[in-house]
């Protein structure tokens, strides 16, 4: 019966995957679909409409993406959303990239390539910060 309740909890949470490689938004998204409520944008711009109408608990975004990139977009959602949990993938992070991605409002960088299964051990540990789960 608590893990159901657990289970339940965990499909309320919504997580919105930010990239503009549909390979890599579908990856994700069947990754993390069966415990969480997956949106996907492949644009900030395109979040940042989703985010009006849907409140995620976690962004998954890439950094470089046309038009703003992940930091640019970090800042925007956490403008609108300032309890949710940013996460930026990049395969060209440098240390002072990711530093100045932490300063500007992410939370975790990770650097491509990554293990995809550890993507919702990853989110599970945000929630489990924010008392989420």
């Given at each position: 019966?608590?893990?159901?309740?657990?289970?339940?909890?965990?499909?309320?949470?919504?997580?919105?995957?930010?990239?503009?490689?549909?390979?890599i938004?579908?990856?994700?998204?069947?990754?993390?679909?069966g415990?969480?409520?997956?949106?996907?944008?492949?644009s900030?711009?395109?979040?940042?409409?989703?985010?009006?109408?849907?409140?995620?608990?976690?962004?998954?975004?890439d950094?470089?993406?046309?038009?703003?990139?992940?930091i640019?977009?970090?800042?925007?959602?956490?403008?609108?959303?300032?309890?949710?949990?940013?996460?930026?993938?990049?395969g060209s992070?440098?240390?002072?990239?990711a530093?100045?991605?932490?300063?500007?409002?992410?939370?975790?960088?990770?650097?491509?390539?990554?293990?995809?299964?550890?993507?919702?051990?990853?989110?599970?540990?945000?929630?489990?910060?924010?008392?989420?789960?």
């Amino acid at each position: 019966m608590y893990s159901a309740e657990i289970h339940n909890e965990k499909r309320e949470v919504t997580v919105l995957v930010i990239d503009d490689n549909q390979s890599i938004r579908s990856l994700l998204a069947r990754v993390l679909r069966g415990s969480y409520k997956v949106l996907l944008a492949d644009s900030v711009e395109s979040a940042l409409s989703i985010i009006e109408h849907a409140r995620p608990s976690v962004v998954i975004t890439d950094y470089e993406m046309p038009g703003r990139n992940g930091i640019e977009g970090a800042k925007a959602i956490r403008r609108a959303i300032p309890h949710v949990t940013i996460i930026m993938l990049s395969g060209s992070a440098t240390d002072d990239l990711a530093q100045e991605a932490l300063r500007q409002g992410v939370d975790e960088c990770a650097h491509k390539p990554f293990d995809i299964r550890r993507i919702p051990d990853r989110v599970e540990r945000h929630l489990a910060m924010m008392g989420a789960v």
